[in-house]
Every structure is written in structure tokens, then in C-alpha cells.
């Protein structure tokens, strides 16, 4: 059999194990989220670029479910395998399908519907015409390198990083003409995304940049992101493939990209986890240099390639158990291990029956609020508690057009509302919850609360007053009643300390535009965050205001 035909075979036979694949599987949380986004189209979202939304409407505009949702990222996943296959040119078949099925996400969880598939996608194309670019420094190879690289960038920012490892490899770049002009073609792209994000007071950089929550280091976070490498590197084969990605020799300018790009993504997000959060699938374009160098490699050397593929049934295996893992409840149901995938059309079409058609309010759980809606095609809104995340919902008019209605509220911690008319306990084989009847939402998410000044010194147990700015974007929103009024909330460190009362009402804050409010920090010596709120009723108090330090001598 021809070369050209084994590798669309195997490119046909791969899209349909996913396509049959999504008729068991049903959505991840994020997957929800992002089919959220997709619903009404934007220049950006709260937490990413938008590739992940118009992909997803693309796929859901031809059929509403699962496998609409991830068609185009399935087609995507393929089309990436077959660009590797362009960039590596194998003579060796066989080394070539087992390298492929050794790295394990690329064939075991490319049909997901998230970021990160078309930023591998849009990776393996700027590659593509990048080593094309070497050879051929013309204004159209320049344009089409240029739109790889605002594509990228749509697909999620680390796509920045490829931009600038590739540069660092070959900095004689910066003597072309031509590169200039893909540099331009590829701002004047992203320009949009920018202008979205402007016009929206940056909430997709101040999130990654400021909001997320800082830990205290701890090594574990590092050892977390070193061992998520190596399995994303492929199991069993992952440490194997690094060996031999490390140990290949550049031979020409493309393949010393591929190196800055490995080496230097891995170095870059292992730095960052010593000041945060580090997820192991931030360095999925590494999936590229780590086949196109190891390849290359075990191509020369017969006794690791040996290696590679006597551990190829244990690397199919692995495969198989992620797919049977999100694709059935066996995890579940015989190991105890919990799955997105499972039995959460069963959870909405629960809570449907209980709501009714009133909107249902879960309280900081946008993930959930986003699968009730994608399961049911019901209205449901997320809350955000102060030091939970903000999201899309703080974007959207979903609160806007609750308010003062009768809605159905979803607690997992046994929240109780006041005035709560019924009280449903919901056990379900995806998850137990709480579920209320309220007679009337008033919420005050998108209030804006500006302290005048950030931080504080005082002496144990004296009274600060601090006076803030409050301004109110919302247009027809019901008048705050006798229940609406400021309060705060003590932290210390991630710890919480509680939620204080003030003497400020909440009409006449909003009727004057500012208020002073009296608080009382804790009197043991330290320092602590002081959040203050525009609360109603007594639900957990938003996130309305940045964080306030107080230093207690």
C-alpha cells in the first residue's frame, strides 16, 4: 500500500473512533462553558480568545449535541496529525504510527472541545509555513505566516510563546523584510481581539495577570507540573521521548526552532510554578517538537526506536483507559473515581423537573450553570463569591434579566436563602445537591466599589473607616429594599475570618455615588484582605471591590 494512502486511513479511522466516542461522552464542565461563549460571538471572552467559541458554533449550528460541539475540533485533531506527518516526512512507518500513539493526548483526548486542540492545530500550521518561510522569503509565505500567528493568538495566548521561541532561535529574522510584514499582518488580525478587550476594561488579562488566586509556594505544586509533563509527554513512553527529543542534534534553523520551543516552554512554565497555578496542559504545542525531534532521533538509533514500540501495547492501553474513562461509568461505578462525562444529563434534567421553568441560580459554579443550560435550554445564572473566580457570567445580561423574579437556587454546601419557599434534597449519580425555591432574585454582581485608598496600618482592635466609590452600571434594575446594604469580609491569607454587617444601606450609597465604611479588623497582630460587598438578602457577598490590606501592629 501506497505511503500517501496508510496516513488517510488512519486520519479517517481516528475521526471516526472520535465521532462514536462523543456519542458516549458527554460534555466536560469547561467544554460547557465555552459552549456558553458560542451562543453569542465576540472579539473575546472572560477567560480566552475566541477560536474555542466559533469552533464550537460552527459544529453546534449543524447539530446540537456532544458531537456538534466537537466536530470541528475533531477534524482539527486530525488535520494536526497529518501536518506532523508533512513536517517529519517518515521513512520509517512503522516508528512513525508507534511515536503517535505514544504521545498520549494527541490520540486519546484530541476530540475534547477546549483551547487547546486549535491552538495545536494553528501550531502545526505555523510550523508548516514557517519551514516553508526559510526556504522561501516571499511577501505571500510572510502574510500566511503572519495569519498562522494572530490564529494562534485567537486560539489561546501561549501561542505567544511559539511566536517568541521561534524569533529567539533565529533572531537573523529580524534582518528580513518580510517578517516585518508578517509581524504587521498578524497585529493588524489580532487588532480586534484587543479593541474587544479595551472596550471591556481588559477583563480576560486582568484575570490571568491579577485575579487569580496566589498560593503560598509550595515544592508539590512544582513536582505536579513536572510529573504532569512526563505524562503529557505520554505514558509509558513520555521520559523515553524526552531522552530522545534531547538528545538529537539541530541540523538546520527549523530544528533548532523545534528545540527553543520544547526546552523553552518547559523551562518558562516551570518558573511559573513557583509563583502560581501551573497546568500541565499549558505546554501542549510541545506535542510538536517533542514528535518532530524524537522522531528524528529514534529514526537514527534502532535501539530506543526498539523500545519505543515494545512499549506500544502498554501506550494503546493507556489510550483505551482515558477513552473508556470519559466514554462509560466504569471508572465510576467499580474504582469510585468521578468523571465530568457521566450521568450530568441525567443531574440537569433533575433539576429541570424542580425548577420548572423558573431560571436557576448556582451559587459561584459557572461550569454547572453553563451544563444546565447546554442539557436543557433553560435560563441559569452563576453567583461569584468573593475569592471565587469571576467569569463569563459577570460579561453576560443573564443577571440583568433575573432580577425580581422567581428563580430556583442550586447549592452544594448547605446554603439555606431566607425566604426560601421549598427546599428540594437531590441526590443524582453525577452529584447530591440542595435545591430552593426563591420568591424573589436581587443581586448586585456588577456594582463597582472603589476604596479610596488600598491599604491600612492600625493598632489592634481600632476601628478603620474607609471611604469608597460606588458606581452602579446596571439601567432597570430593582431598588434596593430594607436587605441591601454593605458588608465585609476578613481574610487572612486564603483563610476566611468572616463576614461583617456594616450601618450602610445601600440606597443611599447608590443615591450619593460613595460611602464610608467602618471596619473593625481582627486584633491579633498580621496582615489581612478586606473585601467589601454590596450583599443582599444573605447570600455570600460578590466580588465588588479589590482586595483591601490591612496590616494589625
Not at 471591590?545 to 496590616?551: D, G, K, M, R, T
Amino acid at each position: 500500500m501506497q505511503k500517501g494512502r496508510v496516513i488517510f486511513i488512519f486520519l479517517a479511522g481516528l475521526v471516526l473512533v472520535n465521532m462514536v466516542q462523543c456519542c458516549f461522552t458527554e460534555l466536560l464542565h469547561d467544554e460547557a462553558y465555552y459552549w456558553l461563549w458560542s451562543k453569542d460571538l465576540a472579539w473575546g471572552y472572560f477567560d480566552h480568545p475566541p477560536m474555542v467559541a466559533l469552533f464550537i458554533r460552527l459544529g453546534d449550528v449543524m447539530m446540537h449535541n456532544e458531537l456538534g460541539v466537537r466536530l470541528l475540533f475533531i477534524l482539527a485533531n486530525a488535520a494536526t496529525v497529518y501536518l506532523l506527518y508533512h513536517i517529519i516526512k517518515p521513512a520509517h512507518l512503522q516508528l512513525f504510527y508507534g511515536l503517535l500513539l505514544s504521545i498520549t493526548p494527541l490520540l486519546a483526548l484530541g476530540f475534547f472541545a477546549v483551547p487547546d486542540i486549535p491552538l495545536l492545530f494553528f501550531a502545526a500550521c505555523f510550523f508548516v509555513v514557517y519551514k516553508k518561510y526559510l526556504d522561501e522569503d516571499t511577501a505571500l509565505t510572510a502574510i500566511l505566516l503572519g495569519m498562522c500567528m494572530a490564529s494562534m493568538l485567537y486560539s489561546k495566548y501561549h501561542g505567544v510563546l511559539t511566536i517568541f521561541f521561534v524569533l529567539l532561535s533565529n533572531p537573523q529574522l529580524l534582518r528580513r523584510k518580510t517578517f516585518y510584514l508578517a509581524s504587521v499582518t498578524g497585529a493588524i488580525l489580532f487588532a480586534p481581539h484587543l479593541w474587544w478587550q479595551w472596550q471591556n476594561d481588559f477583563p480576560t488579562f486582568r484575570f490571568h495577570l491579577f485575579e487569580r488566586s496566589r498560593e503560598v509556594y509550595s515544592w508539590m505544586r512544582t513536582s505536579e507540573y513536572l510529573g504532569g509533563q512526563l505524562l503529557l509527554a505520554g505514558i509509558p513512553a513520555g521520559l523515553l521521548l524526552l531522552y530522545a527529543a534531547a538528545r538529537h542534534k539541530a541540523r538546520n534553523k527549523f530544528q533548532r526552532a523545534m528545540q527553543f520551543q520544547l526546552w523553552g516552554t518547559y523551562l518558562f512554565f516551570l518558573v511559573s510554578s513557583f509563583k502560581g497555578r501551573t497546568e500541565a496542559n499549558w505546554t501542549i504545542v510541545n506535542v510538536i517538537p517533542l514528535a518532530v525531534l524524537s522522531y528524528r532521533y529514534l529514526e537514527a538509533n534502532a535501539k530506543p526506536a526498539r523500545w519505543l514500540l515494545f512499549l506500544l501495547p502498554v501506550s494503546v492501553l493507556s489510550i483505551v483507559a482515558l477513552r473508556v474513562h470519559y466514554g462509560t461509568p466504569f471508572t465510576k461505578e467499580c474504582l469510585g473515581i468521578q468523571s465530568e462525562t457521566q450521568h450530568w444529563k441525567e443531574w440537569a434534567d433533575s433539576i429541570e423537573v424542580h425548577a420548572g421553568n423558573r431560571p436557576v441560580v448556582f451559587l459561584s459554579s459557572y461550569q454547572k450553570a453553563s451544563k444546565y443550560t447546554f442539557y436543557t435550554g433553560k435560563t441559569a445564572f452563576s453567583t461569584t463569591e468573593v475569592q471565587m473566580r469571576r467569569s463569563q457570567y459577570n460579561l453576560l445580561n443573564i443577571e440583568d434579566d433575573i432580577q425580581n423574579k422567581e428563580v430556583y437556587v442550586c447549592t452544594y454546601w448547605g446554603f439555606i436563602p431566607d425566604g426560601a419557599k421549598r427546599r428540594d434534597k437531590l441526590i443524582t449519580r453525577a452529584t447530591n445537591f440542595d435545591g430552593f425555591v426563591v420568591d424573589s432574585f436581587i443581586s448586585w454582581y456588577k456594582l463597582l466599589i472603589t476604596p479610596l485608598e488600598r491599604s491600612y496600618s492600625v493598632t489592634g482592635g481600632a476601628e478603620i473607616e474607609i471611604p469608597v466609590n460606588v458606581v452602579s452600571p446596571y439601567i432597570n434594575h430593582p431598588l434596593p429594599n430594607e436587605r441591601s446594604r454593605l458588608t465585609y469580609r476578613i481574610y487572612e491569607g486564603k483563610t476566611k475570618l468572616g463576614d461583617y454587617e456594616t450601618d450602610n444601606l445601600l440606597e443611599p450609597v447608590l443615591a450619593t455615588g460613595r460611602a464610608s465604611v467602618k471596619v473593625k479588623p481582627p486584633v491579633k497582630p498580621g496582615h489581612y484582605q478586606i473585601f467589601i460587598s454590596p450583599t443582599q438578602d444573605n447570600f455570600p457577598p460578590p466580588i465588588n471591590s479589590p482586595a483591601i490590606e490591612v496590616l494589625v501592629k
